[in-house]
């Protein structure tokens, strides 16, 4: 499992959530459940970029958004990035509502959004945001961080527990002055799945064209958390 060696995952040991142990009499046997975690890099990253506007008539508003809606595509695909891996999230052309008065007051009343979902390695993230922006998404920067291997994720986080658990049934069996024998069952019960993922919200970010020298936001990809609860018997010597 190369995805998971030493030198490419920050794993880390932590006290188990729960241990239990049990000595059978009748065949000499001890029992140990012990749930363990480990913190692998998200190495994929889905960015969400879009961008509102306004105008003051209906056909002019969206006469503005196809400008901006396909300079900002075409800055992606100029970027490298490829068109399967940018998907249409939203679009809306709708009217302003009297209550905006600050909008209403400027003779603005009509409303523009669309935004993408765009796909990347999780290094490119952060340039990925800085290449919509300065396109003209003004409303961008959530992420959300995945694995581009799960499996392997959890596989390492029940390695882990299964070698704790024999761990602490060698420490256990020791105290009894015996010995730990050979391994005679482990069930590697992997805890249900949850929406991993955090969102990085930039909250409406805009360059002009002044500041489109600037370099892109520091961005360091997530730690996503899998965790696995193993229960092992081992033979008593």
């Given at each position: 499992m190369k995805f998971l060696t030493?030198?490419?995952l920050f794993v880390?040991?932590?006290?188990?959530a729960a241990q239990t142990i049990t000595v059978g009499k009748?065949?000499?046997t001890v029992?140990?459940?012990v749930t363990d975690e480990v913190y692998v890099p998200a190495d994929i990253a889905t960015v969400t970029v879009g961008f509102i506007g306004y105008g003051s008539d209906q056909n002019q508003t969206y006469a503005d958004a196809t400008r901006v809606s396909n300079a900002i595509v075409d800055a992606l695909h100029a970027s490298s990035i490829k068109l399967d891996a940018i998907e249409s999230a939203s679009q809306s052309l709708t009217e302003?509502?009297?209550d905006d008065k600050v909008r209403y007051s400027k003779g603005l009343r009509y409303r523009f959004s669309q935004s993408w979902h765009v796909t990347v390695p999780a290094e490119s993230a952060a340039d990925t945001i800085h290449t919509a922006v300065t396109a003209g998404a003004n409303d961008s920067g959530g992420i959300e961080w995945k694995l581009s291997n799960e499996d392997a994720a959890e596989a390492a986080a029940a390695d882990k527990a299964l070698a704790h658990a024999q761990k602490i049934a060698e420490q256990y069996v020791s105290r009894l002055k015996n010995k730990l024998g050979s391994l005679v069952y482990v069930s590697n019960q992997i805890p249900q799945r949850s929406l991993f993922g955090a969102m990085l919200n930039t909250q409406n970010a805009s360059l002009s064209g002044k500041s489109r020298n600037l370099k892109p936001l520091a961005i360091v990809p997530e730690?996503?958390?899998k965790s696995a609860t193993v229960y092992a018997v081992f033979a008593i010597e």
């Open positions: 030493a030198c490419s880390f040991a932590i006290a188990a009748d065949n000499k029992a140990v459940t302003i509502d009297s730690k996503i958390t």
